[in-house]
C-alpha cells in the first residue's frame, strides 16, 4: 500500500465548542446541578480548566443525584 503525502490542503476549520457549563456567566455566591452517575468528574475538570484561565475560584461538590458547583472568588 502506498500513502500520497500532499502539500497545501487547508486543515478544515471546527466550530468553536461551547463549555456545555454556565461558569462564565455565574457570580460568587451562584451554584448550579447537574444530575450525573458517581465517579464522572467531568463537571470538576471543566471547573478546574475554566478556573486556570479565568482566575475565578470554584468548588464541585456530590449531592443526592449528582453534583453540584459553586463560585467562590
Known amino acids: 500500500m502506498t500513502i500520497k503525502i500532499e502539500k497545501g490542503v487547508p486543515l478544515p476549520s471546527e466550530p468553536a465548542?461551547?463549555?456545555?457549563?454556565?461558569?462564565?456567566?455565574?457570580?460568587?455566591?451562584d451554584s448550579f446541578f447537574v444530575a450525573c452517575t458517581p465517579g464522572n468528574r467531568s463537571v470538576a475538570v471543566q471547573a478546574s480548566k475554566f478556573s486556570k484561565k479565568?482566575?475565578?475560584t470554584f468548588t464541585v461538590r456530590r449531592?443526592?443525584?449528582?453534583?453540584?458547583?459553586?463560585?467562590?472568588?
Do not use: H, K, N
Request: glycine share 14%; charged share 35%.
Open 17 to 29: 465548542r461551547r463549555d456545555p457549563y454556565p461558569f462564565d456567566q455565574m457570580e460568587i455566591g
Open 63 to 73: 449531592v443526592e443525584g449528582g453534583v453540584r458547583a459553586w463560585r467562590l472568588t
Open 54 to 56: 479565568s482566575g475565578r
